[in-house]
């Protein structure tokens, strides 16, 4: 009977870690793009010509576009 007793706070224990790292990954935006990351791959060589630019460049820079410029570039390939 004690082992059902250490399962279960051994399960809470491991649930509460997961629930911590879930909240903690909502809370530093990592779900909340969910657009890009598909587009992203279709521009993929765009991406390696940049990389040969300054890093300076790069670091000024935003990676993320808004939603108008994506589908404008979309509709021109």
Do not use: W
Not at 21 to 39: M, W
Not at 50 to 74: D, V
């Amino acid at each position: 009977m004690s082992v059902i007793y250490m399962l279960i706070s051994i399960s809470t224990i491991v649930v509460g870690l997961f629930l911590y790292l879930y909240i903690r990954a909502i809370h530093k935006g990592q779900y909340d793009d969910v657009e890009s990351p598909a587009i992203r791959m279709l521009f993929e060589d765009e991406l390696i010509e940049n990389s040969s630019s300054t890093k300076s460049n790069q670091e000024n820079s935003s990676h993320h576009k808004n939603k108008n410029e994506k589908q404008k570039q979309l509709k021109t390939c």
